[in-house]
């Protein structure tokens, strides 16, 4: 089984949760599904990035980004999963 060369970080704390990882969370499976990524990202959540004022947060491999919505997460995941591709 091959390792994902990706991971993407879901912080599922109480304040990014209701700020919209929720839905987040769901539209990043989404996503992964529709551009055929599932297999090369790792998706898993965590309780507390430690940024909540700044949330939702997400973090992509090592970066950290903050104040994500749901309608500019295609954009996100376009650029850093997709970039080999375009």
Same mark, same amino acid.
Do not use: W, Y
């Given at each position: 089984?091959?390792?994902?060369?990706?991971?993407?970080?879901?912080?599922?704390?109480? &304040?990014?949760?209701?700020?919209?990882?929720?839905?987040?969370?769901? &539209?990043?499976?989404?996503?992964? &599904?529709? $551009?055929?990524?599932?297999? $090369?990202?790792?998706?898993?959540?965590?309780?507390?990035?430690? $940024?909540?004022?700044?949330?939702?947060?997400?973090?992509?491999?090592?970066?950290?980004?903050?104040?994500?919505?749901?309608?500019?997460?295609?954009?996100?995941?376009? $650029?850093?999963?997709?970039?080999? &591709?375009?």
């Amino acid at each position: 089984m091959e390792t994902p060369e990706t991971c993407i970080t879901i912080c599922m704390g109480s &304040s990014c949760f209701s700020r919209g990882n929720n839905i987040n969370a769901e &539209s990043i499976e989404s996503f992964l &599904s529709e $551009h055929n990524l599932s297999a $090369h990202v790792e998706v898993r959540g965590c309780l507390c990035e430690g $940024h909540c004022k700044d949330g939702p947060n997400i973090r992509i491999n090592d970066e950290l980004f903050q104040g994500v919505e749901p309608e500019m997460l295609d954009d996100l995941l376009l $650029h850093k999963l997709c970039k080999e &591709s375009q």
